[in-house]
């Protein structure tokens, strides 16, 4: 079946780590590849979004994510993270064509102080 | 220029009852999506609306639930005879195309009792 998978859904690490969180895909031909950010008790804000070029993509508050079609991978990334970046971060996929994001499960990540 | 506009953000109703959410979409915005967030789950898709039109609603319960944007005002996601089951977070989205990531709404909480 279609489907995104996120890995590791809980994630609690301290500040000035690097994160990076997994996301792979199962749709077959083109796809856009997003990644939203959840921070609690808000609604979902886009952190960046791929469609074509450049597999590295950077995107809002120094995240950036590498798209890798031979592995229909589409990883998230971040060299050091802040106390600010709790949240929950969730991976999608638009086939092309089809008009509906399938989101995968998201991540939990707890930053500590 | 307002963003998605969801209303109420938290909804309490009785089983039985009937929950209407409403969904005012970015200016500039004829696209729009209901999504529910179950916890520990991705976002799970519904419906695409645009104006007077229901484009996809296969991720619509058959019964008890059903979606329309009229010509003026709101989208409105309504469930009638609301369960225990149905408690969950309903995001709203909008996009002025197909192309682009969808903004979202801050979302209704609706907690059946």
């Known amino acids: 079946a279609q489907s995104v998978s996120q890995h590791n859904h809980h994630v609690i690490l301290s500040e000035a780590a690097s994160l990076e969180l997994g996301c792979n895909y199962s749709?077959?031909?083109?796809?856009?590849l997003f990644w939203y950010v959840q921070y609690p008790g808000q609604h979902l804000q886009l952190l960046l979004k791929y469609f074509s070029g450049d597999p590295l993509v950077k995107g809002i508050k120094g995240f950036e994510a590498e798209f890798i079609k031979s592995k229909f991978s589409f990883n998230l990334r971040k060299p050091s993270v802040q106390w600010s970046d709790t949240a929950e971060y969730f991976c999608?996929?638009?086939?092309?064509?089809?008009?509906?994001?399938?989101f995968g499960k998201g991540n939990q990540v707890v930053v500590i102080p | 220029n307002a963003g998605v506009m969801q209303n109420p953000r938290h909804l309490v109703r009785r089983r039985g009852q009937e929950a209407r959410l409403r969904c005012s979409p970015m200016?500039?915005?004829?696209?729009v999506y209901w999504y529910r967030q179950l916890p520990e789950e991705g976002l799970k898709f519904m419906v695409y609306?645009?104006?007077?039109?229901?484009?996809?609603e296969s991720g619509m319960p058959k019964e008890r639930f059903s979606a329309e944007f009229p010509k003026e005002g709101p989208s409105i996601l309504r469930i009638q005879q609301v369960v225990r089951g149905d408690s969950a977070a309903y995001f709203c989205?909008?996009?002025?195309?197909?192309?682009?990531?969808?903004?979202f709404g801050s979302g209704t909480r609706l907690t059946v009792v």
């Open positions: 999608a996929v638009r086939p092309h064509g089809n008009n509906r994001l399938a």
């Open positions: 989205a909008s996009s002025d195309r197909t192309d682009y990531g969808y903004t």
């Open positions: 749709y077959g031909g083109t796809v856009n």
């Open positions: 609306l645009q104006k007077e039109n229901i484009i996809d």
């Open positions: 200016k500039g915005h004829s696209h």
